[in-house]
Each structure stands twice: as C-alpha cells, then as structure tokens.
C-alpha cells in the first residue's frame, strides 16, 4: 500500500476539487431561483420578466447538469489505491502553465490515473508530492504504466489493459 500520508494528501486534493466543482452547479442552480423569485417582483417590463425567467431557467439546468456531471464522475482515488489498485493501468505527470499576455504566471502540476474504464482522473498535488509518488508508484503498483507519450495515450484509447505489465 501507497505512503498513508501521500494517500491522506490525494484524498484531500481530489475532494476539494470535487467540492469546488459541485459547489459551482449548487450556486448556479441557486441564483437562478433567485431570479425566478425576482422576476415576480417586477412589474414594469414584461420584457425584463422574460428575461429573468429564461435566464433563471438556464442557470438552473445548468446548474443540475453541472453538479449532475461531477457526482456521477466521482472516484473515490485513495480507496482505489488501497483496495483495488488493479483498475490503475496508466500514471503521469501533467503540467499546465497559466499565463497572461503570453507572460508565465502561474504552473499547475497533476498526477493522471488511467483507468481500466478508459477514464482519467486528475489530481492536483505539490511537486513534492507527485516526485514521492512517482518514487513509489514502481514499488507498489508494478503493473502499472508510468509517464506520458502519444503511443501510450492511442493504446490507453484502444485498450487499457494492454498497459498492464
């Protein structure tokens, strides 16, 4: 089994994300029952009121579809790690810059499971964190695929078990 404190630093990671991502459905779905409650307030317009309403209706499908899509995507990662860690065929690093003006502000590093289901899961992690983890993955998931290439991602498409070793 993984560093218990390298899985106590996953879970904390994957569920804030998930957190942030389904509290943005949940405040969508809840500003746009403000606006239905404030369009009946208004009585001036009865284009404003229209407007409200079919804004309200967007924000709050949206707001289900969003928070829809995030629930039924959820994996539980640390569980998996630790119970079934056979579904992991594929690990690596993924880095993405933030930039403005074409100008470096910002660097985001993850660590990207694959799936035996062909899903990703990404984990936003410190450098340290995915250099430990990356030490460790050969010692305790020796069956799975370690770093990133073209070839690798067209046979994760095709076939992830073909990445267990």
Known sequence: MLN????RVIRKSYDSLFFV??????????????????????????????????????MILVGVINT???QSRRVDLPRLL?????????????????????????QFQFIVFGLRNKRRVPVRLP???INLLLEEIPIYLP???????????KVFRENPDALLR
């Open 68 to 70: 829809y899509y995030y």
């Open 4 to 7: 218990t404190d390298l899985l």
């Open 21 to 58: 991502n389904l509290s943005s459905g949940i405040i969508f779905a809840v500003v746009g029952c403000v606006c239905i409650i404030s369009s009946l307030f208004i009585t001036s317009t009865e284009g404003l009121r229209g407007f409200l309403l079919v804004l309200s209706v967007i």
């Open 143 to 153: 069956h799975v695929t370690l770093g990133y290439s073209r070839d690798i991602e």
């Open 82 to 106: 630790a119970e079934d860690p056979q579904q992991i065929v594929w690990i690596y690093r993924q880095v993405n810059t933030g930039a403005v003006s074409g100008i470096q502000v910002a």
């Open 127 to 129: 450098a340290s964190a």
